[in-house]
Nanobody, 127 residues
Framework: QLQLVESGGGLVQPGGSLRLSCAGS????????IGWFRQAPGKEREGVSC????????NYADSVKGRFTISRDSAKNTVHLQMNNLKSEDTAVYYC????????????????????WGQGTQVTVSP
């Protein structure tokens, strides 16, 4: 069974940084577009960032542009989300997801195309 495992969440002060990792088990992440999503209490799950399977296309939610960076580490079969200058409104459970899209040059910021999901990692931004 294909699995995604997130790690790297935690408690951080406003202005701090965290790096989330999404590791693939039993499949190669380079064959999939990868998305990062987050869900705060009482809110819908929203797209944060995504990267195409080729790695040549990335996208970010307006709320995180200039602060978050998504990247692939093919050697480690991992996708990272570097989060800088964190704000209290970034507090949420963060999920990574994989989309086996036939188009390797794009990725989606909505949930529907994604076939596999991780269990999530909590990010809390608080003084």
């Amino acid at each position: 069974q294909l699995q995604l495992v997130e790690s790297g969440g935690g408690l951080v002060q406003p202005g701090g940084s965290l790096r989330l990792s999404c590791a693939g088990s039993r499949f190669t992440l380079d064959d999939y577009a990868i998305g990062w999503f987050r869900q705060a209490p009482g809110k819908e799950r929203e797209g944060v960032s995504c990267i195409s399977s080729s790695g040549g296309y990335t996208n970010y939610a307006d709320s995180v542009k200039g602060r978050f960076t998504i990247s692939r580490d093919s050697a480690k079969n991992t996708v990272h989300l570097q989060m800088n200058n964190l704000k209290s409104e970034d507090t949420a459970v963060y999920y990574c997801a994989a989309d086996q899209s036939p188009f390797n040059y794009v990725c989606s910021m909505v949930k529907r195309p994604y076939d596999y999901w991780g269990q999530g990692t909590q990010v809390t931004v608080s003084p």
